[in-house]
């Protein structure tokens, strides 16, 4: 709902039926609005010349004013159904009031579907100050009456012809004589009910007819633009898949292309379906490049490690073998020897680890073999314990053995570098929690430590190769930046996934392994890392804290 009160969100198809709708409702307003005042003009110009006619016939009977006038007015059948209105006016409020057919009746009265009746004192005075002259004018005398329009005949003097006219002042209902050289001003009109009735269904007509059109246009707009922009929503897609793609590392094959249809230069959206199909050829060709040296960087890499396995093998036995010589040694060339057979483990533990890196990215296969979990956490934490007594090792273990499917000795290595990590980036006290549980169809491994934490712009990098978080956790050892890299390469081969978070005083790492090798890769729970206390879900997986 809150997209359609921004135009600005809303999709190509959406403005283009919204701006045809527009248009076309601002030209049938227009229209109509047209129409409407020209019939209301046609209609006042066409009562106009009743008016006139009528005006022109009735100054024309006259020999003067009076009464003769009336009938010859009241036979006119003026108006839609002889409807009309007559006042002969001789002062404010005070009309003409003569004998018709042995009756005293006075000159303001209306005829309304046949009857007429005596015009109140109230419209003879709107009448009188009206303004009428010669040229018609519409006035709205209200009530039953509604809009008429009038116009005046000449002024003219006072006879009748059945003796002294009188006239009737309609305020007070005084009767007096009227003298015959007193003007008389006749007014007549016709009502314009009969037209404004025409013009107002004439307007509905209008309304409901472009009513009924914005619903036409708008469904015939959006049937052809959707059929005309067909084309582009498939470059879209086209597009869309592209972008799912895995383009960040390995092998890539780009077998997405737009279809020729889509790609001719004559359209405008077939210049975007040939521009993207261009783009997408650089781009295959620069993954297969990149994909190209990656391999063989690796592959140097790889036999560079193992061509160093061997001559770092007989440094350190030579080293090894002068420390035995039974002739007496310096005792600094015992130091040095040492100190290369030292660095010669050390080396050799990052050849190892370059060399398990090549064949991990290699797609080389792990063994696929019953792991019990739970044990090799426990050996695991025992060696990290010896190699680190001024940590605190706790362990979080479920009451059943858990199992997953997988390479021991790579799992191993999984917990021996996530725990080293902890170790060599920690202060001396800091508390190292390892725990187990089960975690849907697979097994959830937590290393919990409460040292300083890892800086927050380290956190996306934390598993890229040669990564070190130095310069912010405590340093007491040499480090490769390959440990989590390892890890994280070890548990995405099996199929598995790999988080952290960190807060100074808190950072977890957790890892999921599914329970077989045939499983899809799930991502961990949200919650998995919220945990505190014995980490305890259910009594399936109680656990208490070991100290070791």
């Not at 009160?5 to 109509?32: C, D, E, I, M, Y």
């Not at 002259?133 to 003097?157: H, M």
């Not at 990149?290 to 690796?298: D, F, I, L, T």
């Not at 310069?471 to 099996?494: D, P």
């Amino acid at each position: 709902m809150s997209a359609l009160l921004h135009p600005s969100r809303w999709t190509l198809r959406t403005k283009l039926v919204a701006w045809v709708l527009l248009l076309f409702l601002a030209v049938s307003l227009a229209v109509g609005g047209l129409t409407v005042v020209e019939l209301n003009r046609v209609l006042l110009r066409q009562t106009d010349g009743q008016l006139l006619a009528s005006a022109t016939g009735m100054q024309a009977q006259r020999g003067g004013p009076g009464n003769a006038a009336a009938r010859g007015f009241g036979g006119g059948g003026l108006g839609a159904g002889g409807d009309y209105l007559r006042v002969d006016l001789t002062g404010p409020s005070t009309v003409l009031y003569d004998q018709f057919e042995g009756s005293p009746s006075p000159m303001a009265y209306a005829i309304e579907g046949g009857r007429g009746h005596v015009l109140s004192a109230s419209i003879v005075e709107q009448i009188n100050t009206a303004g009428i002259g010669r040229t018609p004018r519409s006035v709205d005398l209200g009530g039953s009456l509604g809009e008429y329009r009038l116009i005046a005949l000449q002024p003219a003097y006072a006879t009748s012809p059945t003796g002294q006219p009188q006239q009737e002042n309609l305020a007070t209902g005084a009767f007096s004589a009227l003298p015959s050289t007193t003007p008389v001003v006749t007014v007549i009109g016709v009502p314009l009910g009969t037209n404004n009735k025409t013009i107002q269904q004439t307007a509905i007509a209008i309304a409901l007819l472009s009513g009924a059109g914005v619903v036409l246009v708008g469904t015939l707009a959006a049937y052809i633009i959707r059929r005309n922009l067909e084309p582009l929503r498939r470059v879209a897609a086209t597009a869309t898949r592209v972008s799912k793609l895995p383009l960040s590392a390995g092998e890539v094959e780009m077998t997405e292309r737009v279809q020729p249809r889509d790609t001719d230069e004559g359209t405008e959206v077939g210049q975007v379906g040939a521009a993207l199909n261009g783009m997408l050829d650089h781009i295959d060709k620069a993954l297969t490049a990149r994909q190209a040296s990656e391999m063989q960087v690796r592959q140097f890499v790889a036999d560079a490690s193992h061509e160093l396995r061997t001559p770092l093998a007989s440094i350190r036995g030579y080293a090894e073998l002068s420390r035995r010589e039974r002739e007496p040694i310096p005792e600094g060339v015992v130091h040095s020897l040492g100190r290369i057979e030292s660095e010669a483990i050390r080396i050799t533990a990052l050849v190892e680890d370059l060399l398990l890196l090549a064949r991990l990215d290699s797609g080389r296969p792990l063994e696929r073999k019953p792991v019990e979990v739970t044990s090799l956490v426990i050996e695991t934490v025992s060696d990290a314990h010896a190699a680190g007594r001024d940590h605190s090792w706790d362990l979080d273990l479920p009451d059943e053995a858990l199992e997953v499917e997988g390479d021991e000795a790579r799992i191993r290595q999984v917990l021996i570098n996530l725990l080293a990590n902890a170790r060599r980036h920690t202060p001396e006290g800091t508390v190292v929690t390892t725990s187990v549980r089960r975690e849907g169809a697979g097994v959830l491994f937590l290393v919990r430590d409460n040292g300083p934490g890892i800086p927050p712009e380290l956190v996306p990098h934390i598993f890229e190769r040669f990564t070190r978080g130095d310069s912010a956790r405590t340093r007491t050892e040499g480090s490769t930046g390959l440990g989590l890299s390892i890890v994280h390469a070890v548990v995405t081969a099996h199929h598995g996934t790999v988080r952290v978070t960190s807060q100074p005083g808190d950072t977890v790492f957790a890892i999921w392994l599914p329970d077989r090798q045939l499983a899809e890769s799930a991502e961990i729970p949200e919650n998995a890392a919220d945990v505190s206390g014995a980490h305890s879900t259910g009594p399936d997986q109680s656990a208490g804290k070991v100290s070791v």
